[in-house]
């Protein structure tokens, strides 16, 4: 089973709606780190949050590391055709050799 | 300050054959990482890299290597090629040691297994 969850796998949403990607852990979240990647290209990174409660904004789009640090939320406001693409979260789990263990994504399309 | 350079960006090679990756981390950047994206599996651990040393190893079959040179350039190859080692190779780079974070990806090798 995968050790990182997120949902929804894929979205649509209309140009100017709000929208929320959540990434859930089945163990403790030592660090979280949210990437968006365009199809077959490298990932930009986002945010990096590591503090139960922790929250962090740029420009429209808001993490949150939830208090018991084994869940983090993306929620982008006014969406806009830029912000399609693949969001994915990576954690730092602190299990054996692992570094950062990914998400399976969420694909984002925006309309117009 | 120049980002995390992966070359080639694209690669065909022929199953049997060997290839070779290569990834310049951003200049102070000591740490690498490599991963392995493919539609199924979607994005899994190959190793780190740091101070010429591999810190960390992924579950990938022992065709997988790399290593880091003392400017912390780093390369990976593959050995007898498979049709499933089609994948895009992701490389990261991080500032300091294992754990430390802010890891900074590459645009990835297209490696496409014929």
């Known amino acids: 089973s995968q050790e990182l969850e997120q949902s929804p796998q894929s979205l649509i949403v209309q140009e100017g709606k709000n929208l929320t990607i959540n990434c859930t852990s089945s163990?403790?979240?030592?660090?979280l780190y949210w990437y968006k990647q365009k199809y077959g290209e490298g990932l930009i990174f986002l945010m990096m949050?590591?503090?139960?409660?922790e929250e962090k904004s740029h420009e429209k789009i808001t993490a949150k590391l939830d208090e018991k640090k084994q869940q983090s939320s993306l929620h982008i406001t006014a969406s806009q055709p830029s912000h399609a693409g693949i969001y994915l979260c990576?954690?730092?789990?602190?299990?054996?050799?692992?570094?950062?263990?990914f998400g399976t994504g969420t694909r984002l399309l925006v309309s117009p | 300050k120049a980002g995390v350079t992966q070359t080639p960006r694209y690669l065909i090679k022929t199953r049997g054959q060997q290839v070779t990756l290569s990834c310049s981390p951003i200049?102070?950047?000591?740490?690498v990482s490599w991963y392995q994206q493919t539609p199924g599996q979607g994005l899994q651990f190959l190793f780190e890299?740091?101070?010429?040393?591999?810190?960390n190893k992924g579950n990938f079959p022992g065709r997988f290597s790399g290593r880091q040179f003392s400017n912390s350039r780093s390369e990976m190859n593959v050995s007898t090629l498979e049709l499933g080692d089609s994948a895009l190779y992701l490389c990261?780079?991080?500032?300091?040691?294992?754990?430390?974070?802010?890891?900074?990806f590459g645009s990835g090798t297209r490696l496409t297994v014929v």
């Open positions: 990261a780079s991080s500032p300091a040691g294992p754990g430390s974070g802010g890891y900074t």
């Open positions: 163990k403790t979240l030592y660090g």
């Open positions: 949050l590591q503090k139960g409660g």
């Open positions: 990576g954690a730092d789990l602190r299990t054996g050799f692992q570094k950062l263990v």
């Open positions: 200049s102070g950047h000591r740490s």
């Open positions: 890299y740091f101070s010429e040393t591999q810190r």
